[in-house]
């Protein structure tokens, strides 16, 4: 038993990672008021990234570098739809999802990057690696931003009455855009953090649905970092719990043990509803778009 729990509990951080990573660069982008519900096509987009620079030789920290790029990338374009040309969030992060999902399904069958084992990441300290290291200060970092620096006020002005930031001079658009690819540089290294460090191998269904759980999870945390890092930890218990399981032998049905996680989601879901305080919480004009000339 004592085996069980010490095998679980230290593969709990590594589960937890991409969901926390996930869920600050989902916050980042929604304190400035654009609602995004791309994460999912994000970290398919830095997974790929990852592994195909691992599959091509690179080290594992420019594999993650290079999934930070692809999910800017990616990003820049969900920027120029939702914050230039004012295009519904829903509809602009959506799109991206399927287009992400075909996209890298195309580029991993042709570059031959499917199914090809990695060696991957390694941990440093007490048999973690440099990702779940950076992560608590990765969020320590987002709530030093926000409350601390001109950037992080400005930020949060626009998502709360972008009308007011812009008549005390902030660019709306160009600060939801700079909001928009820091988040997409997280997500994008939350998906690369699956390939190359927990996966260690390119699959078609990678992420499987992770994306969709950080906007829960945003939801639960009512959009606060440290609260997005406690939920994370949640459901990396759940899912470290998954192959422990699996691994004793106890008869299970596969597929109940895998719908855990989205069981969680569900459940995370109706109690953010029943209490009623996401919406209190939430920035006010997230998914508004501003336009200049329609203030008085």
Known sequence: MSEFLFNWLINVPAFAAPFALAALGLILSERAGVLNLGAEGFMLAGALAGIGLMVNGAPPLVALGGSVLAGMAMGLVFAFLAASLRINHVIAGLALVFFSDALTRYIAAYAGWTNKP????EPILFGQDIVVCAT???CLACVWLFNRTRFGLSLR????????ADAA??????MRILAILLGTALIGLAGGYLTVAVSKIWTNSVVGGRGWIA?????FARWHPWRALLGAVLFGCIEALIPRIAATGVDVPRYFLHMTPYLATLGVM?????????RSAQPAALGLHHIREDRN
Do not use: F, Y
């Not at 990695?118 to 990441?121: S, V, Y």
């Not at 109706?270 to 996401?278: L, N």
């Open 136 to 138: 608590p200060l990765l």
């Open 118 to 121: 990695i060696k991957g990441l």
């Open 169 to 174: 001079g902030i660019d709306v658009t160009t």
């Open 215 to 219: 906007i829960a999870l945003v939801i």
């Open 157 to 164: 002005a626009v998502g709360e009455n972008p009308a007011a």
């Open 270 to 278: 109706i109690w953010a509803a029943m209490r009623g305080s996401d």
